[in-house]
């Protein structure tokens, strides 16, 4: 181009806009800021604001203790660490997050998930908070969410359905004090239980069907009235409640010389010992080096950041009503609450559902909520760990059971049932593997079964096929769809050329895309009916695809039209006809 060519300075002038905004939006004071929400809400606060949000968090702080040592529990962990995993994740997500609402700790699913490694040794727990920290800190850096896209909701609900019955089943050895392994998956669990069923404790399974009762009967309490607000707040506390009553049941049965259920024991207090998480381990006297560590984490232990990012990602969404989610920023939270919580013996973190429709329903304000929450659970882990001894296993084993009755979702099969058949059962495959064979073997059949049925739907396209007439005539009319891809040219060619009638109107109003061979396959079917005597009208074809067909075969260029007076076109070339009805 001319230096002289007056279009030179604009087009310079475009790119160095361009280039500025870029900077700006990189490295702007306003960007900068996004990546630390508390800089935005921090200079705002008030303190109406800490009134809410103390309350909230000290309310989820009372449901986050019993939950926290039972998931701890569930992981094979010591109780403690539980407790941790709720502290440092939530001083950290206060810095960090961007959803008011969001509750960072441990939870039932990732507990699940880390059962097996950790049977080797605890140690795996911390490396895996760690790694999954950095996993999804990458993810988020290189704004790679968009991925998680292709984990369609049949995958995610049969995922979390298989989750809860595999965490309920795993529940029933200390709710009913059973001997015997809990079980790796829902049908091993059963299959453990049923054979140790024998072992089953009086009091214990007493104590908790009694605790699951409670529960559902507080869940379902109506307030009104003059104490409604603190009858509310005692409703949203019941975990916090359950564990107290039958803590003081059995410190008294105790000291009475009873001891009539399993107790959870000692659980030591204090802060944890701080370092960098475990880069080697040694399991059945065997050191185990940072590569050997890895190799047993393997494929299956990418299942572990991944679900950390839906659920914590589906949850802020959830409860973001019209609001936007930063799903960058969330993720980069989520990976820095992992990433620094390793270094204090915690296990892996995510947002919990149902803390965070606590904090949600108390109506928090600012992510200092999670602040005030940690804050009660590190009180709690230093000074009251005496309190936690005489806490019976089979209350938390009901906690968990009862929590797990929320995620079981088996009403979306009405739904999927009504749309697509086909997503049924990508949902029962999700559900059935992942029941049977592992949580993370469920996901990965659930994505490869979505993976194949969009492969299937891309080669069996639906040509929909409707019969009209050009005077006494006989039309076949074809719609075709969006898309047209190569594995689906010879199979859109023989049904055309199965159902072409003397005249064939190609009808391409709803095409979008085709590919090079499937135009080819048309244009073969085309030249063979016109041999034949028959006439092919190709009708709402885009420029670009009309042009496709020109250059494959030029002598296209006569079957092409455009508009609504279609009857005169056809007439061009066939018996003059008056009447075209469709």
């Not at 969404?317 to 936007?324: C, E, T």
């Not at 000074?383 to 079981?408: G, K, Q």
């Not at 979702?409 to 009405?414: A, G, K, P, Y």
């Not at 296209?556 to 009805?581: C, H, L, P, W, Y």
Request: charged residues 15%; aromatic residues 10%.
């Amino acid at each position: 181009m001319d230096s002289d060519d007056p279009r030179t300075p604009l087009l310079g002038h475009e790119r160095q806009s361009r280039i500025s905004r870029v900077a700006r939006k990189l490295c702007g004071l306003e960007s900068w800021r996004r990546r630390l929400p508390i800089t935005i809400w921090l200079p705002k606060y008030s303190l109406h604001c800490l009134g809410r949000d103390a309350i909230a968090g000290i309310t989820v702080g009372l449901t986050s203790i019993p939950q926290g040592i039972a998931y701890a529990m569930v992981a094979g962990l010591p109780p403690q660490v539980g407790l941790y995993s709720s502290i440092f994740p939530g001083f950290v997500y206060a810095l960090f997050g961007s959803c008011k609402d969001v509750t960072v700790g441990p939870t039932a699913i990732l507990s699940a998930l880390l059962a097996k490694y950790v049977a080797l040794s605890p140690d795996f727990a911390y490396l895996a908070s760690f790694l999954s920290g950095c996993v999804i800190m990458l993810l988020g850096a290189l704004q790679l969410g968009f991925l998680l896209d292709f984990i369609s909701k049949p995958v995610i609900s049969g995922f979390t359905t298989a989750a809860a019955l595999q965490i309920s089943a795993s529940q029933l050895k200390s709710l009913f004090r059973v001997t015997g392994s809990s079980g790796n998956t829902f049908i091993q669990a059963l299959v453990n239980f049923f054979t140790n069923i024998k072992t089953v404790h009086l009091w214990d399974s007493v104590l908790g069907i009694a605790s699951i009762i409670f529960l559902l009967l507080l869940k379902r309490v109506k307030v009104h009235g003059f104490m409604s607000g603190a009858c509310e707040y005692m409703v949203r506390a019941r975990n916090a409640l359950l564990v107290f009553i039958t803590s003081l049941l059995a410190y008294f049965l105790y000291k009475g010389s009873i001891t009539p259920f399993a107790l959870t024991g000692k659980i030591e207090g204090g802060l944890p010992a701080f370092g960098p998480p475990p880069f080697s381990t040694v399991v059945n006297n065997q050191t185990l080096t940072f590569s050997d560590m890895l190799q047993t984490f393997g494929f299956e232990g990418l299942a572990m950041p991944l679900v950390a990012i839906l659920e914590s990602i589906a949850i802020a969404k959830a409860f973001a009503g019209s609001k936007a989610v930063d799903g960058t920023q969330e993720m980069l939270a989520l990976g820095a609450c992992n990433m620094v919580s390793s270094f204090a013996q915690s296990m892996p973190a995510t947002g919990s559902f149902t803390r965070t429709a606590l904090n949600h329903a108390c109506g928090v304000i600012t992510p200092a909520g999670a602040f005030f929450k940690a804050s009660l659970v590190l009180v709690s882990v230093t000074l009251l760990t005496e309190a936690f001894y005489f806490i019976p296993r089979a209350t938390l084993a009901a906690v968990i059971m009862v929590a797990m009755l929320s995620i079981i979702d088996f009403s979306i099969l009405t739904t999927l049932w009504r749309n697509n058949k086909s997503e049924v059962s990508v949902w029962a495959l999700t559900l059935c593997v992942g029941a049977g064979a592992g949580l993370e073997y469920g996901i990965a059949a659930g994505v490869g079964a979505d993976v194949l049925r969009t492969l299937a739907h891309a080669a069996r396209p639906h040509v929909h096929m409707q019969p009209c007439k050009v005077g006494a005539a006989v039309c076949s009319r074809a719609v075709l769809p969006a898309q047209l891809q190569y594995m689906s040219g010879r199979r859109t060619a023989r049904r055309l050329r199965a159902e072409a009638a003397q005249l064939l109107l190609l009808d391409a109003k709803h095409l979008r895309h085709i590919d090079h061979g499937v135009a080819e396959d048309i244009i073969t079917v085309i030249v063979e009916l016109e041999k034949e005597g028959r006439r092919v009208a190709m009708w709402n074809f885009e420029a670009k695809h009309q042009q496709l067909f020109e250059q494959i075969n030029s002598a296209m260029k006569g079957n092409f039209f455009n508009g609504i007076d279609i009857e005169q076109f056809i007439s061009e070339g066939a018996a003059r006809s008056t009447n075209v009805n469709f």
